[in-house]
Structure formats: structure tokens, C-alpha cells
């Protein structure tokens, strides 16, 4: 009898297992709500320049330019002065990458490569080996390779012509990972996760969850963006396991009530909870015409009389009528939607109701602009 129970209880724990796991409808999984605290990029940033140009470099007036290229030379065992030294396939770039999180040394990742000087284009041109650095100063990667704009510009005295940007280009792997960033993640006895809106709602919700899926009190909320999970003892030493069963729970994120507006383009978002009071709305449109027409009067032939002209204006005003429309209280956005659709109001006209409506008191939602 006991074996059958403890069978029976373990097909209960697996069901309630599968069903936080599996995708709900109408949820998001945790893993697309936040973030766990430091696992995060690092931004790294170097000087370099970029050679094999077409004529397209840095001119004469660039003297940081010159004066790069004058210490590169000297290191290679080539003394000039930097007045010497006039070429125009060479431009300075600043390089910047973001280092992903746990990078091993060995790994490779992308760069993006700008000009800082007068140079028109870095087509065909090839990154020269670029120290990246952190805000700590220390190098953590070291970036060379062939770069790629993924555009063109060509032109003469009389016209240009030219897509995206020729003078920002793109290296394609072109960092190698240098330096680790050291971290003992796997030893924490925390997890922080830091939710992309902060809504106490969504975060309770949220460590209900966890705690449901981990059969423990293991996850508190701290505030309306974090929520602290301690490891349980089952975990210790393996996060991987216990992030991969939470990233994977579904729950129904919470938010404000909101009404966005763009005036620009006309567009309406209107959200899921957004309630009004009973109201009653009427829109219509007024339109005026005028028309005007002129009018001859010529003399007679031999009448020594002068040609006039009288202005003839019609004014017509034309004033649309539409009956009144009651919302009841409380009504769903379903039929907010419908009830406008039901006066056939347009994007615009939509804009004007709903600012109406937050002046009267009647919108229970947030209005925003942009």
C-alpha cells in the first residue's frame, strides 16, 4: 500500500512538473521577462586603423592619422617623419565589439569599425591588429580582418551616389578573445533575476512560480523589478539544471493600462485593461466649400467701353451628423473598439476622441503621446 502511494505521488509531482513546463497560451516563459543578475555583455573599445584603401583615406588635415601611422612604422624597425608620410588608402578607425558573457579565451566574436577622420569610404580596406579594451583598461580581445560595409559610394565632380553608410563597416568574427573574465557563478547561493518592467504583480507572480515548480520557499520578492531565488541544497554546484527550470516556466506577465498615441503617423495601440466610465460620444466632421467663378462683361465692339470682371463665389458648408453612441461603464477594449468602429471613425479621429475622453475623467488608462 505504501509503494503504491508513493508511486501515486510521484505521477502527481511529474504531472504538475509538465504542466508549469509546458507553453501556456497566454503566458511568456521567465526566461523572456528577465535577466539573471551579471550574466550580462561588457563593452569593449580600441583604436586601429584600417589600411588598403582605394584613395578613400584619411587626408593630409588628419594628423592623428599620420602619426599612427608613424609610430606603427617605427615599431616594425621604419623610421619617417610623420611630414613625410603622405597617403591617402589609410584611414583611423575606433573599434568596438561586446564581449557575450562566459567568452573563453579562443573564442571569436564580431566588431564594428568607424571612421574618426575625413575618410569617404572604407571599402576594400583591411583592419590592421587592434587591442580592445575594457573599462578597467585590461585587453580582453585583439580584432583584425578584412571589413565589410555592406554599402558603396561612387561619384564624380558633377554627382554622388551612395548606399548606407561607406565610412562604418563590419568585421565579421574579426576579434579573437583574449583575457576571461573570471567569475565563480557556479558557486553562488543566490540568484538575482531582474525583470525587464518592474511590476510588483509580475514579480510576485513570478516567485509563486518558482517556488511552485522547486516544491520550496526557495524565491522571494524584493522589490517590483527583482526576485532573489536561493539555491536550493539539491543545486548546489549544478545552476545550469535549476536556471534551465526556471527560464522555462510560464506565467502571465501584468501591466498598466496604457493608450498609446502617435499623432505622426496616426497609429492607436490601445491595452488589454484599459476601462472607461459611461459616457456618451458623438464625432462628426465639418466641411466647407468654396467655389469661385469669374465672370466677363465685354464692351460692344467700337463702344470705347472696358472689359470687367465681377467674381462669382459660392459658399457651401456641409456639417456631418451622427447620433450619440453610449459606452456603458466598465466595457472591455473588445467593445471600446467596437462601439468606435460603430461612429466609423478613423485612425485620426480616434486620436481626438480618446484625448477627449482623458479630459473628461472617463479613461481609466494611461495616455502616451509620442
Known amino acids: 500500500m505504501s509503494v503504491t502511494r508513493k508511486a501515486l505521488q510521484k505521477i502527481i509531482l511529474l504531472a504538475i512538473i509538465h504542466f508549469l513546463m509546458t507553453p501556456c497560451v497566454y503566458g511568456a516563459r521567465i526566461k523572456d521577462l528577465a535577466d539573471i543578475k551579471g ?6 573599445v580600441g583604436y586601429g586603423l584600417v589600411v588598403g584603401l582605394d584613395g578613400t583615406g584619411d587626408g593630409k588635415g588628419v594628423k592623428f592619422t599620420i602619426q599612427s601611422m608613424s609610430s606603427m612604422l617605427e615599431k616594425m624597425g621604419i623610421t619617417l617623419k610623420p611630414n613625410d608620410i603622405a597617403v591617402k588608402n589609410v584611414a583611423a578607425v575606433m573599434v568596438s565589439a561586446d564581449l557575450p558573457p562566459f567568452s573563453r579565451a579562443g573564442n571569436r566574436i564580431d566588431v564594428l569599425v568607424s571612421s574618426i577622420g575625413d575618410c569617404s569610404s572604407l571599402q576594400g580596406g583591411t583592419l590592421l591588429l587592434t587591442p580592445l579594451r575594457g573599462v578597467d583598461g585590461k585587453v580582453y580581445a585583439v580584432a583584425q580582418g578584412p571589413v565589410s560595409i555592406g554599402g558603396f559610394s561612387a561619384g564624380g565632380a558633377g554627382g554622388k551616389v551612395q548606399k548606407n553608410f561607406p565610412t562604418v563597416g563590419r568585421v565579421a568574427s574579426g576579434a579573437l578573445v583574449e583575457n576571461e573574465i573570471m567569475t565563480d557563478f557556479n558557486r553562488k547561493k543566490t540568484l538575482s533575476l531582474c525583470l525587464h518592467r518592474p511590476d510588483f504583480t509580475t514579480a510576485s507572480r513570478v ?43 510560464n506565467i502571465q506577465p501584468d501591466m498598466v493600462s496604457k493608450v498609446i498615441i502617435n499623432e505622426r503617423t496616426g497609429t492607436v495601440v490601445i491595452g488589454e485593461n484599459v476601462r472607461i466610465s459611461t459616457i456618451a460620444i458623438s464625432h462628426g466632421n465639418l466641411t466647407i466649400e468654396i467655389k469661385e467663378k469669374p465672370m466677363v462683361s465685354q464692351p460692344l465692339p467700337f463702344s470705347e467701353g472696358e472689359t470687367v470682371v465681377t467674381p462669382d463665389t459660392q459658399a457651401f458648408a456641409k456639417e456631418e451628423t451622427r447620433a450619440l453612441y453610449l459606452m456603458n461603464r466598465g466595457v472591455s477594449i473588445g467593445e471600446v473598439v467596437r462601439g468606435l468602429n460603430a461612429l466609423g471613425v478613423s485612425p485620426r479621429d480616434l486620436i481626438t476622441i480618446f484625448q477627449a475622453i482623458k479630459a473628461a475623467g472617463a479613461l481609466h488608462a494611461k495616455l502616451e503621446i509620442i
Not at 550574466?39 to 569593449?44: D, E, F, I
Open 207 to 249: 516567485a509563486e512560480s518558482i517556488n511552485v515548480a522547486l516544491f520550496d520557499r526557495a524565491a522571494e520578492t524584493v522589490d517590483a523589478g527583482t526576485i532573489e531565488v536561493h539555491v536550493p541544497d539539491r543545486h548546489q554546484g549544478n545552476l545550469v539544471e535549476l536556471i534551465t527550470l526556471i527560464e522555462n516556466i
Open 39 to 44: 550574466v550580462r555583455q561588457n563593452q569593449l
